[in-house]
Each structure stands twice: as C-alpha cells, then as structure tokens.
C-alpha cells in the first residue's frame, strides 16, 4: 500500500506548518510524502505572512508585509482556536482544527492520493491513522524521538507536529522591506473582506531565507519554488478568511486555499481511544 501524505505547511498568523520530507518505514509502514508543492507553501508561510486583508475604504491601501503581519496576528491570537479547510493539489483537501494557548493541540484529517490519514497533537503525544492497521490498532502513538523504525521513519513529520507544541509558532513572521498592496475583496461566511495581495520571486524569497530556521531553508531549496503569489482576504480587524497561494515550482503553477473558520469557538479536539492505540516500539 503506498500513501501520499500532502501535508501543507501553515505557518501563518495561526497556523504552523506541516510539511515534511518523503520517509519509508522498515516496519512495514506506507511511505509518506509531501509534495513540493506544500514545501514550497511551508516557506512562503515562513518568510511572509502578509498578502490581505481589509477594506481599501477603511483599511490601507499599501502596507508594509512586517507592519501587516503584526496586526493579523494582533487579531488571531487572541482567538485561542480555529478551524481551516485547505484544497491541495491535484485534488486533495484538509481539515485542521486547533486549539493555541499556552500550549497548541491540533486534529487534522487528509483526504488525498491513497488512503485518508488522520493526525492528531494533543498533551504533548502525537499520533497517526496513516490508513492501515498496526498490530491491529488504527492509531500509532509516535515518539519523536524513538528509535524503532516507525519512529525514526516518521520522525520528519513528529518533529515538525511537535515543535507546534511552542506558542511561538504561530506567530507570523515578520519580513523587511516587502509591500502587500490592498484591494477590494469578496463577502466570506457573510463578511466583507479586503484582498491584500503580496508577491516573492525566487531572488525575494533567497533574500528572506536567511532568517527563516535552518530546516526551512533546506525546505525553500528542496523545493524548487521560483516565486509564490499570496492573497490573503480578512476583515476590517485583520482577521484571515480565506488565503490563497500561488506557486510557482520548476515552471508549473498550483493554486491551494486556506478558509479559514469559526475563530474562538470551542473545537473537537481528544486523544483516540486507548483501546485503539499502539505505541510505536511495540511495533516490529
């Protein structure tokens, strides 16, 4: 059985990314994948959380990316929670629901290539329904850390799930000397929203790089991306409706769309039953 696992990369105002490198268990685990694509998204995340928001009447019409960045995240983080649906090429799609506050639990679900696989992050475990049973369980409890082969196999996307456990990531990152240029937007879940739109090429995002963290900087470069398109649709409080990514890998566009939903409203988010749950090392 082989699986792909497209897991974009969120790291904007509330969302951090998810994206990994393709890994193979020894144990007999389906390989999981992320496509450059979602790698690619992971950085412009990283780099820049600018690109929308509000309304040219009532908001700026040209904003520096950092000064635009600190107000989205003035208005997210305060929320404490939200819910997000992402469309990911060629058609797959994702559905996250995160709670942040002094600590982040997260439960995501992805429909893709090859069977769904279900993440989830919560009191510091991370586990995974990667589509098929081990020793007859449907959730692997992981341990970034392990040394059995299904957590070193899949020690990428622990490492990255866990590091979501800092509030700090969350918060977006600021960039220098970048504009994010408003216009009109659309009416989202019945709100009127300004599109504040913000482009990278690849020169801009090399020059940005530098103060992204080490494994994002070998993502950028793993990926292939030439330039990212970013629209970002929010409210008159700077609060995210909806984003809009579009990327540029070796020639090829993409588009994925982030909507972004019920802000500050309670979420499901809970460990599976003990009764389904193996841990990693007990795995042969």
Known sequence: MRARLAVPAVLSVLLAGLGVGAVESSAGAAPVRTQSVSQAVAVSHAVAVSHAVAAPS???????????????????????????????????????????????????????Q????????????????LGQKFAGKTWVKIDPKGTDP???????????ISGLSKPAAVAPAGVKGLTAVASTGKVLDG????????????????AQAAALPPQLRDMMKQSGVTSVVTRYY???SYLPHQVVFIVTVKKKKTVE????????????????????VVDSSEIG
Do not use: C
């Not at 990911?88 to 982040?104: C, E, F, Q, V």
């Not at 299904?150 to 990255?160: G, M, Q, R, V, W």
């Not at 769309?257 to 389904?276: F, K, L, M």
């Open 58 to 112: 009532a908001l700026p019409r040209v904003m520096p990316v950092a000064t635009l960045s600190r107000k989205i995240a003035a208005a997210t983080l305060p929320k404490k929670s939200v819910v997000a649906d992402m469309s990911l090429n060629p058609s797959g799609k994702m559905h996250l629901a995160m709670r942040y506050d002094t600590s982040i639990e997260l439960s995501a679900t992805l429909v893709a």
């Open 114 to 129: 090859g069977p769904r696989i279900r993440v989830v992050l919560v009191d510091g475990a991370v586990y995974f329904d």
């Open 150 to 160: 299904l957590s070193k196999a899949l020690s990428p996307i622990t490492a990255e």
């Open 191 to 206: 709100v009127k929203t300004t599109l504040y739109t913000y482009s990278m090429n690849a020169a801009q995002l090399k």
């Open 234 to 236: 929010v409210d008159s």
């Open 257 to 276: 769309t982030i909507r972004y939903s019920h802000w500050g409203e309670p979420v499901a988010i809970a460990a599976p039953p003990a009764s389904d």
